[in-house]
């Protein structure tokens, strides 16, 4: 005997209208995916760093100033900084939130708000670790977990991660060495650019020692260390060469020049 056949049950008209309502507010309000970055020099950049970019009024400062002499104007450049940070101690995905996140306002030059609106946060974000970290047997491996989460985060923002490698100690210079071979590794890991800063320090003590790249307490920069290191940045990511810039950061122009020489040269040289 055949077991009969119940129709399907009916969907009411109410129950239809809330449906295609539901499916009509998910393809609405659905956050739309970031466009990413893919140019070549960027119209703004993030720092994310420690003191070696807040020292003699932020590192980010001085290259704007270069780049501003070089006629370079409009670039967008914020600095986040914490005194003896980590790269872990740092909170990318809450600087790069669209509308809550870093820059969404602004004071125009008449203190009038603005609140801004961007396509995406930042073209691109750079990252150090603190000074020790990533060659740190008890930190190391943080260092590279966390280079490699957040560069995940950053392109999932529409920017592009970027590493600085950061310079040895004063007082102990093998760490040049060392600390290139683990940005490179992060580098390659998550296919980031890295900014050769510390490679510089030590081609500019090779050449120039009466040049003091340090302060006082032998790790953070002298005027002359975070000017070099500016200038590594103009030339590493802006693609634009430092020599015969007209800023000068009030450094005596020999000075000056032989450290715009050394930026160009370490980074034309650098392999990532």
Request: hydrophobic residues 40%; glycine residues 6%.
């Amino acid at each position: 005997m055949t077991a009969p056949v119940h129709p399907a049950p009916r969907t009411s008209r109410a129950t239809r209208v809330l449906v295609l309502a539901a499916a009509f507010l998910t393809a609405c309000c659905s956050p739309r995916p970031i466009p990413r970055w893919q140019g070549e020099t960027p119209d703004s950049l993030l720092w994310v760093g420690n003191s070696f970019f807040y020292f003699n009024n932020s590192m980010h400062r001085h290259v704007g100033r270069l780049l501003t002499a070089a006629g370079v104007h409009g670039t967008r450049q914020t600095s986040v900084t914490i005194n003896g940070a980590g790269l872990d101690w740092h909170d990318v995905a809450a600087y790069l939130r669209p509308g809550s996140g870093m820059a969404r306002y602004s004071f125009a030059a008449d203190n009038t708000l603005v609140f801004n609106q961007f396509v995406r946060p930042y073209d691109m974000v750079m990252m150090m670790d603190c000074s020790q970290c990533p060659i740190h047997p008890r930190l190391q491996q943080s260092f590279h977990d966390t280079a490699k989460a957040h560069a995940a985060t950053v392109r999932r923002a529409g920017a592009e991660p970027v590493l600085f490698l950061t310079w040895a100690y004063e007082d102990e210079p093998q760490m040049t060495e060392q600390l290139t071979a683990e940005y490179r590794r992060a580098g390659r890991a998550s296919h980031m650019r890295v900014v050769p800063a510390g490679p510089a320090f030590a081609a500019s003590i090779a050449r120039r020692p009466d040049i003091d790249l340090y302060a006082s307490d032998k790790r953070n920069p002298s005027l002359a260390g975070t000017y070099l290191g500016a200038a590594v940045v103009m030339a590493s990511i802006f693609k634009k060469s430092p020599v015969g810039n007209t800023y000068t950061a009030d450094l005596p122009v020999d000075v000056a020049q032989h450290l715009q020489e050394v930026a160009w040269e370490t980074t034309q040289s650098f392999q990532p």
